[in-house]
């Protein structure tokens, strides 16, 4: 494994295409640049931080207030919660969504499709690090594609000898020109658990819309969801595979401003929708078994 820029690009670089840099906190990252899109990924935590079509305004969201330290979270783009979603069920002292968004990833290979699309694959596996946090042994390898749409996948290996269970998810943040103004639609109909009030138990009646903090877990659900945005005049398809649940979150106003690193208005611009395998959405693997959780954003005006 190396951070290394100038190795990183001798080996990995696609002149014109993709290059590596040395961003903010020394943190290192990988520009793309194709006819399409444009696109960035951190190598801490595998973080895809940017994803942006020819002639449209950013699909993700990054707060401008977001930590940019080795070992800190990014806020904002799409996390990746593994190998347990949210808090951790039974060790509060254990970070939360786990350590795989703060954990440095290797660069496995880079390319073009046949179209003119760039991809990169990285990897993580266990190490003395992550066996005192979770003592099973795993692989990961990210695999993301820049082109009109940008696709995200992980694939997730038991290495091990004995099963583990695990929760996790692509923690997708959408830019959005108003969040009071747009709706969801896909889960109409679905039960889900309000963690504003609770966890309890409701079911969505209509699209989903931010009127205050949201916080959501969608139950048994591998629709397509699809965010209408009026600011912005455009449609954000979410399709994924490898997921039963949808995570939708926005902190509200109230929220908001008490989050360090979020920003105090900037709930009006983002909105999370979540490719998540949540609540009663567990996965468990037998050694020598994979799981595959995938996300692909398309966009429509």
């Known amino acids: 494994m190396t951070n290394d820029i100038t190795v990183l690009n001798s080996h990995y ?14 943190l290192v990252f990988a520009e793309v ?43 904002g783009g799409i996390p990746i919660c593994w190998p347990w979603f949210a808090d951790h069920p ?60 940008l696709s995200v996948s992980l694939l997730i290996s038991n290495n091990g000898d004995r099963p583990f269970t695990f929760t996790g998810a692509l923690h997708s943040y959408f830019n959005v020109g108003d969040s009071r103004r747009i709706q969801i639609l896909g889960l109409e109909g679905k039960d889900y658990l309000d963690k504003v009030d609770g966890f309890s138990r409701k079911k969505q009646e209509g699209p989903v819309v931010m009127e205050e903090e949201t916080d959501r877990i969608y ?8 965010i209408e945005d009026p600011v912005m005049h455009r449609a954000v398809r979410i399709n994924k595979k490898g997921s039963n649940t949808t995570v939708v979150w926005n902190p509200g106003a ?19 929708v979540e490719t998540a395998n949540a609540a009663n959405d567990t996965i468990t693997l037998a050694p020598g078994e994979t799981h595959l959780i995938a996300t692909t954003f398309d966009i429509s005006t």
């Not at 670089?13 to 906190?25: A, C, Q, S, V, Y």
């Open 90 to 149: 039974n060790d509060g002292d254990k970070p939360a969504h786990g350590f795989v968004r703060t954990s440095l990833w290797e660069v496995l290979g880079s390319g073009e499709t046949d179209d003119h699309e760039t991809f990169i694959r990285l990897g993580l596996s266990d190490n003395e690090n992550t066996l005192a946090t979770w003592p099973h042994s795993f692989s990961l390898e990210l695999n993301v594609l820049f082109g009109t749409c």
């Open 254 to 272: 109230e929220k908001s401003g008490t989050m360090n690193n979020m920003g105090k208005n900037a709930y009006r611009n983002m909105v999370c």
């Open 33 to 75: 640049t194709n006819e399409f899109s444009t696109g960035r990924i951190y190598l801490q935590g595998g973080h895809v931080t940017h994803f942006q079509p020819k002639d449209q305004e950013p699909v993700l969201w990054v707060s401008d207030a977001s930590l940019y330290e080795t070992g800190k979270a990014i806020r």
């Open 219 to 226: 139950l048994d659900t591998s629709a397509e969801c699809v």
């Open 13 to 26: 670089g696609i002149p014109g295409r993709l290059i590596f840099k040395e961003g903010d906190g020394g």
